[in-house]
């Protein structure tokens, strides 16, 4: 065996494992959510029909798949509860992640601005404090939103109110729980980028003239955008599909979309309209991945 073919195999292999991990842990998964949200409910363990026996043979998988209909998807767009949680969702992702951007840069640029040695300092104080439990801290902030809460009781003894105010169970209260537990997603893509971009870029710049206000929005700000652009979708995502923080901090006038999940599945058992939605979210969540990977592939040609 030759030297070439030893240190290639290994390569190949860990090219591949990337597929393998991806087609065994979500395409198969994936494909099951499919089935079932093409599926009518029952009342039996699992709710739906039909249900492929592959020991009754191929006639039987037949019919199986002739049964298969796109009902569940015409329920979600006739009914408003479905498509309003997804415009909700939508909504409270765009703009918790536009007030991520505006408390988070700021922190990751003063964060690269850092001497060196206290760079890594100020990285563990950004992430020491999440990790403790997600849910420990979410209940934290119960403890202190509530009616006779820590805040409320600060103001109270500040005399900047007169009666406790109404913080939990509101969108308010809902938006300060995302900003605070996606924070640091948004964070450390950002100084990861901003902390690569040269100083001699800038003292270029104001050595043309430049003010260092106009040499961050036409040197620093443009390359930062790739950290930019991978904190949105490290955000914007996974707040789109939150259902632990708008179920314990929002009130119940209006439910995102991870709470109409969580209804479809445990409450109604209505796997199949659960399954839907869950196929949709995906295919909603594609759009921005399928968008930033385009935008990369430009930039990487125009390096070229």
Not at 247 to 258: K, N, P, Q, V
Request: aromatic residues 12%; proline residues 7%; hydrophobic residues 60%.
């Amino acid at each position: 065996m030759s030297a070439r073919q030893i240190f290639t195999r290994p390569a190949r292999l860990a090219a591949i494992a990337p597929f393998v991990w991806m087609l065994l842990l979500f395409l198969v998964p994936f494909g099951f959510v499919v089935k079932i949200s093409l599926s009518q409910a029952v009342i039996a363990q699992p709710p739906y029909v039909p249900q492929f026996d592959l020991s009754a043979g191929w006639a039987s998988l037949q019919a199986a798949f002739a049964t298969l209909s796109l009902d569940n998807f015409k329920l979600l767009a006739a009914d408003q509860l479905y498509w309003r949680s997804y415009l909700r969702s939508l909504a409270v992702a765009a703009s918790a992640t536009a007030v991520l951007i505006l408390i988070g840069y700021p922190i990751a640029y003063a964060m690269a601005r850092l001497p060196r040695r206290w760079q890594a300092v100020a990285m563990m104080l950004v992430i020491v404090p999440f990790w403790t439990s997600f849910l420990i801290r979410i209940y934290a902030w119960i403890n202190i939103l509530q009616h006779d809460g820590l805040l409320n009781q600060i103001l109270l003894a500040l005399h900047l109110v007169s009666a406790p105010v109404v913080w939990l169970s509101t969108d308010w209260a809902m938006m300060l729980g995302l900003v605070y537990s996606y924070l640091p997603f948004m964070i450390l893509p950002l100084y990861a980028t901003l902390a690569k971009i040269p100083a001699s870029l800038l003292e270029a710049a104001q050595d043309l003239g430049a003010s260092p206000r106009r040499a961050f929005w036409l040197v620093t700000f443009p390359l930062s955008l790739p950290g930019v652009g991978a904190g949105v979708l490290l955000c914007f995502i996974p707040i789109v599909g939150e259902f632990v923080i708008p179920d314990l901090l929002a009130g119940s006038g209006s439910m995102m979309i991870g709470q109409t999940l969580w209804l479809e599945f445990f409450t109604n058992k209505d796997w199949p309209v659960a399954s839907a939605l869950a196929v949709l979210l995906l295919a909603l969540l594609l759009v921005p991945l399928l968008v930033y990977e385009r935008l990369q592939r430009r930039q990487l040609e125009g390096r070229r």
